[in-house]
């Protein structure tokens, strides 16, 4: 829905990507570019407003077919319309104004040429239809695709996942995070008895002669394409309600059917979950669409309004603590970390999967808050500072621009420390809460280009944070802080930082108590008061690194 501000905003043209590719040393082709940007010519003149997504899904023989009514606004007046699709998947027709649409096929990529005049404000449906066997997932949530398994009743059991192969795995759409309708139909149609258990709210369910039930699901609201997904298998479901800051919200669970009693027991996190996001993160943003946990066999994925949960009913992350300290093994990380996405993923998603830190970042860092809220503050610095072990900087954060291409997996653990550190920067709770909220309120509902979201926490912080981010989400040094103790005086710069990196520091000058030190890569000198050189400390909260290099000199 927000392609005509990314159009406005984003700054990337293909010989930028080009260059930046050229730059990480890698290389991509032409389909990589056709499923990345979002400003190539068959996409950049329309913009989603609706999709009417109809699919027969067939676990006898593993096949789908269907069809999706593409609603768009016309920006400028085109000719060619890129509609996506994966291989083995085939489109069959396209139509509109109840007319043949011809089209040509490069790769996974369909170009359609509709005959109707294309003006700048029109309104215009294309219908694709399509069949196929889709591709089978590998590794779920990672690999996606379909998952056609059973419980351990042997009832069939069939779930999707495409977040970052791209939802045109299984449905044809405008494969990219940078535009979203503004609501979505989601009509699928599955055997008896299975149930069907999608995004939104379900609207109408309809029986037919052949044995199978058409599950009616409606989103009232912008939703990216990778979050609509099939939950079809022998579900139980039971409900509750939440009193939030925007009213009643709906919670919806959706256990296997004999998984409702552990199900009971685990989901009254989801409210524990809720009080504590909407305290640093504001409102939930789909309070028509409800919330819902729906279990799958996988480990869960951040599917908006039907969360994806397949953590076995248990604390930790299928019995692992990432943090190391205990912490993580008191909570459900799906329940946590998944629903995070509701706000920072979902709410404010990334137009381009290079930015994908928005996303994960955060909800890594919302673990944290989580811990935070259950057991205090320095629990839940204990907790973000325990997932540091898992940082490998092994390539930065942020990739290339328009390949669709994802960066290192350090988006989790050190995109998480990184904030971490900023709240330090900020040094005030209600002033680092209120920029958590601000970013849900101001980019509400909204796609946006990672680089908003760091100018928006620079605005607010009170300091230029462009040299923070450079450095933890564009290379892969962590700034390391050389210091001298001579006497009663500490010299110290930073090393190995980006130019210009002039990051704020709290280190100890005299007993027990930190002082805000403004390091640059000059050598500088502070009086220091402290007993014995021994007694030097750098706030652990900051993700640095320490050096002392008194006697190498
Ligand atoms: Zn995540």
Redesign the pocket.
């Known amino acids: 829905m927000a392609l005509l501000r990314s159009l406005l905003g984003a700054a990337l043209g293909l010989a930028q990507v080009a260059t930046a590719a050229a730059q990480a040393g890698r290389s991509f082709t032409r389909a990589d570019t056709l499923r990345g940007s979002f400003t190539t010519p068959g996409r950049a003149w329309w913009d989603v407003v609706f999709y009417d997504l109809h699919v027969a899904v067939n676990p006898n023989d593993s096949s789908i077919s269907g069809y999706n009514g593409i609603t768009y606004r016309v920006l400028t007046p085109g000719r060619e319309l890129q509609v996506d699709l994966m291989a083995p998947l085939a489109v069959d027709s396209m139509v509109q104004d109840r007319r043949a649409v011809p089209f040509r096929r490069d790769g996974n990529a369909y170009f359609a040429k509709p005959s109707t005049r294309q003006r700048a404000g029109d309104h215009h449906t294309i219908t694709v239809y399509y069949h196929g066997k889709p591709r089978v997932a590998t590794r779920p949530p990672w690999e996606g695709g379909f998952t056609w398994t059973s419980d351990s009743l042997g009832r069939p059991w069939v779930v999707t996942t495409d977040q970052g192969m791209g939802a045109s795995v299984w449905w044809p759409n405008k494969d990219t995070q940078a535009d979203e309708p503004d609501s979505q139909r989601v009509a699928l149609t599955v055997p008896d008895p299975m149930i069907d258990v999608s995004n939104g709210r379900l609207r109408r369910l309809t029986h037919h002669a052949d044995g199978t039930t058409t599950y009616e699901w409606f989103v009232v609201n912008p939703i990216n394409n990778y979050a609509i997904a099939v939950g079809a298998g022998s579900y139980d479901h039971y409900s509750d309600l939440f009193q939030g800051e925007n009213g009643l919200l709906t919670l919806d669970f959706w256990p296997l059917s004999y998984h409702r009693e552990p199900a009971q027991r685990q989901f009254v996190q989801a409210t524990t979950m809720l009080q504590c996001f909407e305290h640093w993160f504001g409102p939930y943003p789909w309070y028509e669409d409800g919330y819902k946990l729906v279990e799958v066999p996988h480990p869960g994925m951040?599917h908006q309004s039907a969360v994806a949960y397949g953590n076995w009913y248990a604390n930790g992350y299928r019995g692992r603590d990432a943090s190391g300290t205990g912490l993580g093994l008191k909570w459900d990380f799906i329940i946590v970390?998944?629903s995070a996405?509701e706000w920072f993923?979902n709410n404010i998603t990334a137009k381009d999967n290079a930015d994908m830190w928005v996303?994960?970042s955060f909800?890594n860092y919302a673990e944290g808050l989580y811990t935070e809220c259950l057991f205090g503050k320095q629990a839940g610095a204990a907790y973000t500072v325990g997932t540091r072990r898992g940082i490998r900087n092994d390539r930065p954060i942020i990739p290339p621009y328009g390949v669709n291409d994802e960066g290192s997996g350090d988006m989790y653990p050190k995109g998480g420390n990184m904030l971490h550190t900023i709240r330090q920067i900020v040094d005030d709770d209600e002033k680092w809460r209120a920029i958590l909220r601000g970013l849900n309120q101001t980019f509400w509902h909204q796609t946006v280009m990672g680089k908003q979201v760091e100018d928006y926490i620079s605005a607010h912080a009170g300091t230029d944070l462009t040299r923070v981010f450079d450095q933890y989400l564009r290379t892969t040094q962590v700034p390391v802080l050389e210091y001298r103790i001579e006497g009663g005086t500490l010299s110290f710069r930073w090393t190995d930082v980006v130019p210009g990196f002039d990051m704020p520091l709290k280190v100890t000058v005299s007993p027990d108590t930190f002082s805000v030190v403004h390091p640059t890569a000059a050598w500088q000198t502070v009086p220091l008061r402290l007993a014995t050189p021994a007694d030097f400390k750098v706030d652990p909260n900051y993700y640095v690194i320490t050096r002392n290099v008194t006697t190498s000199r």
């Open positions: 951040e970390h998944e996405h993923g996303h994960e909800a």
